[in-house]
């Protein structure tokens, strides 16, 4: 690291201060501990699934596919008490599909990963054009990537240009900004991070862990970090930003055990999808197992909730 | 159950709005948790009697008093009343199986009984996790999480040491005292027995113990644990009772060695009942801990680390964090994540899996606490309570904190034994030293900062017995635990712990 990108980053954490690895790590095991029954139980996992980013980022992806997803996230069960997930996450050549598949007037939004996703190494040029072109296609949310090398290089005002530019190329969509956690690897970055991409964003732009490309993606730790940075910065500015984790989250549990860090660290302003989300695929699928299980006493034969998010 | 909220379509951007209302964070009851009582069965007898000479024996006085459950103020069991003949005859039995059977066993013979014990205690956390909490008013998640595993660590842990003996003191020989009395306090009534009982029997000593007069319950319950290892009569002999019994159990010619940890109220006047006897003596009394937060601390978990510090345990702890030393220039802010903290720390029915703080021990020691708040608020210390309904029966108070707190002011000096922070700023290094140990208690401490060498230069200049850096109340059996000052002194757990129950030759 040169001298000026370690100045960059000394700066930087003497106004924001820093997170204590081992301390983090204790308080978020406690929220493992919460014990949810019955009416609560029941509430999360509705909750949780009006959270859901139901997703599918593959080479393989074809309109097929997306149009099954699409049904999903519009009907994910015959119990018609079971809300509608928050958005269906595609590739921007696939946005035009699940405009047609959701139509206008739906309660399913559309998100695109926009921004060359996952790496994010192309020229910006391309990488505005393609969120341009992903709004146009009908995109109410785009997810970009950060530019991870630049912020390892101190160079901040560069991170927060690019996602000031691709906030413009927006428009009126969302935008979620991607850290990809893993790549910044401690959690003092991730907290810096946050405070980058927040000093940029409109209220409930999201912030969001990662790309669910690489091998660590969302944990009870990197999520509490941008609880508290989101937490920090609205109580400074008055600015609200949601968050979404993503990658990682396959189970019920682990999704209710997400939900509890976001009860307790920001209260019941962000229980809601507007400022809380799940980018994942196969956790639908386990958070409808158990919501029936919650309604019979019973699980079902596996055959009724495939755990393939291939087979939505 | 609160009904689901459709999802709100997200608003249009908004230019940042000047001028309004400060942001507030809302933890209301939008999902409120629904109770989830832990249901193992404590297993409770409705009457539980002495345990001396491996037997349960009615008390000489045939008298019995009550165990309250401060929870709800319901009677739990009667426990026998233990007086002057039944401290002589717990005595005699320990004599006798120190001097026939315990003293003269192998080291690795007794280890066995010690490890048989803790894997009975481990079978059984669940049932005296439940009995615990019962009898003393602290949460589910902390006797499941650290009362009773931390217990059975210790019988572990001295079981290990039993068979090593001749490594406690390398190039010396040591060899066991005779027979111990002890007395404990009621903050943690099954851990501080194990704390006492370990490591004097891994020695080859024997016992004589009192538990606390409010928390009598699981200490006759491991005597069940202690019969069902086999666990040689006379080794250990629990006497319930009150304090009076307490006093005579400490001054009994028998005892080779005592050993006290309560208030140093009481410890001083048992050093005066055996002034001028050759009893070896171990004191762990109160304590008034300085947590000291530096400016460039991680701030959210020094935030954590001050409420484990004084409420863990409803801060009925010896070494709870009692007087926050915060510097002046970061004071403001860590007050207000520390007031954001508390208004999510659950207070209610101990026996929830989601209750954070439980009940206070006694209707006694909720007065004493509430005494103190009154003081607080009478000298001019500003108090703050988060919001919050508590059960209308049973011993309960909100998490307190007091600001503008200043040396003088006596809730800063006084060991209040409650869940009451003290919150006092500085300005300088040597300041917070200054301050930390301008107190006649040296128990513990803790130290938030980023630096390392600040660290090393406050663990070496606070005169307390533990240290702790970036973190509180964190406790092993390797560890040794103990006072400086007020707080006592000798050592338990480690090797330093076993050295205070043996002699040397």
């Known amino acids: 690291m040169t001298g000026t990108a370690q100045a960059a980053f000394r700066r930087l954490f003497n106004e924001i201060g820093t997170v204590d690895q081992v301390g983090i790590e204790e308080r978020v095991a406690k929220y493992t501990t919460r014990s949810l029954k019955k009416g609560s139980k029941l509430f999360g996992l509705k909750l949780a699934t009006s959270m859901v980013d139901l997703t599918t980022l593959e080479g393989k992806d074809t309109r097929g596919k997306v149009e099954s997803l699409c049904q999903k996230a519009l009907c994910p069960h015959d119990d018609r008490t079971v809300p509608t997930v928050a958005a269906v996450c595609v590739y921007p050549s696939m946005v035009k599909h699940a405009r047609r598949a959701l139509g206008e007037d739906t309660p399913v939004r559309i998100a695109s990963v926009a921004t060359a996703f996952p790496s994010g190494q192309a020229p910006l040029r391309t990488r505005l054009a393609e969120v341009k072109g992903a709004v146009a296609d009908g995109a109410d949310e785009i997810d970009m990537v950060i530019n991870r090398g630049a912020f390892l290089a101190g160079e901040f005002q560069l991170v927060q240009d690019e996602i000031a530019a691709v906030l413009q190329a927006c428009g009126g969509s969302t935008l979620k900004v991607i850290l990809e956690v893993s790549e910044l690897e401690t959690y003092d970055n991730i907290r810096a991070a946050s405070f980058l991409a927040m000093r940029v964003l409109r209220p409930n732009d999201f912030i969001k862990t990662s790309t669910g490309k690489t091998s660590l993606n969302a944990t009870l730790g990197n999520n509490q970090v941008m609880l508290e940075a989101i937490r920090d910065f609205y109580l400074d500015t008055g600015t609200p930003v949601a968050m979404k984790p993503a990658g990682g989250i396959r189970t019920a549990k682990q999704a209710l055990q997400f939900l509890i860090a976001v009860k307790e660290t920001l209260g019941d302003e962000w229980l809601n999808n507007t400022r809380y989300r799940f980018g994942a695929s196969s956790l639908l699928n386990d958070l409808l197992r158990q919501i029936e299980k919650e309604r019979t006493g019973a699980y079902q034969a596996p055959y009724y909730f495939s755990e393939a998010a291939e087979s939505y | ?505």
């Open chain 2, 1 to 505: 159950m609160p009904t689901l909220t459709s999802a709100k379509k997200s608003p249009r951007p908004a230019a940042r709005v000047h001028g309004r209302p400060a942001p507030e964070l809302i933890f209301g009851d939008l999902w409120a948790y629904d109770p989830a009582p832990e249901t193992a069965d404590p297993k409770l007898k409705p009457r539980y009697e002495l345990f001396i000479g491996g037997k349960f024996v009615a008390p000489a006085s045939g008298k019995y008093f009550d165990s309250i459950n401060p929870a709800n103020e319901q009677k739990i069991a009667e426990m026998a009343l233990g007086g002057a003949a039944d401290v002589e005859a717990a005595y005699r039995a320990a004599q006798k199986a120190q001097e026939t059977v315990w003293g003269k066993m192998p080291g690795k013979e007794r280890a066995k009984y010690l490890f048989r014990i803790a894997r009975l205690l481990q079978d059984r956390a669940r049932e005296f996790a439940v009995a615990e909490t019962m009898d003393n008013g602290k949460p589910i998640k902390e006797t499941r999480d650290f009362d009773v595993p931390m217990a059975a660590a210790h019988f572990f842990y001295h079981a290990g040491w039993a068979d090593k003996l001749e490594y406690v003191a390398p190039g010396r020989k040591v060899a066991p005292l005779g027979v111990v009395g002890q007395v404990i306090p009621w903050n943690f009534p099954l851990l501080m027995l194990s704390w006492k009982i370990a490591p004097a029997i891994a020695m080859g000593n024997c016992v004589v113990i009192k538990p606390a007069t409010n928390t009598p319950l699981t200490a006759v319950k491991l005597a069940e644990i202690f019969q069902d290892a086999g666990l040689p009569p006379g080794v250990v002999n629990i006497i319930t009772g009150p304090g009076s019994t307490g006093g005579l159990l400490m001054a009994h010619p028998t005892a080779a060695k005592i050993a006290f940890t309560g208030s140093t109220e009481v410890g001083k006047v048992i050093m005066r009942s055996v002034a001028g006897t050759e009893k070896r003596m171990t004191m762990e009394l109160g304590g008034k801990a300085a947590n000291i937060v530096f400016d460039d601390a991680p701030l959210d978990q020094a935030v954590e680390g001050i409420i484990n510090g004084i409420f863990f345990n409803q801060g009925q702890v010896c070494c709870a964090g009692s007087r926050l030393l915060v510097q002046e220039s970061v004071a403001d802010r860590v007050v207000a994540k520390l007031k954001n903290r508390l208004r999510t720390l659950r207070v209610g029915d101990p026996l929830d899996k989601n209750t954070d703080v439980g009940a206070i021990v006694s209707r006694d020691q909720l007065a004493t606490i509430q005494g103190y708040l009154d003081i607080g608020v009478k000298e001019g210390c500003k108090m703050w309570q988060p919001a919050g309904r508590l059960p209308t029966k049973g011993f309960y108070l909100p998490p307190t904190i007091f600001t503008g707190v200043t040396q003088s002011h006596r809730i800063a000096r006084e060991e209040i034994f409650g869940p009451v922070l003290a919150i006092i700023t500085f300005r300088t290094v040597e300041e917070a030293v200054e301050k930390a140990n301008n107190t006649p208690y040296g128990l513990s401490a803790g130290v938030w900062t980023d630096k390392g060498s600040r660290i090393l230069k406050m663990s070496t200049e606070l005169k307390a017995g533990v240290v702790w850096a970036n973190t509180f109340n964190k406790f092993d059996p390797a560890s040794p635990f103990g006072g400086y000052k007020e707080s006592g002194f000798g050592r338990e757990g480690g090797r330093q712990g076993l050295l205070d129950y043996c002699q040397l030759a």
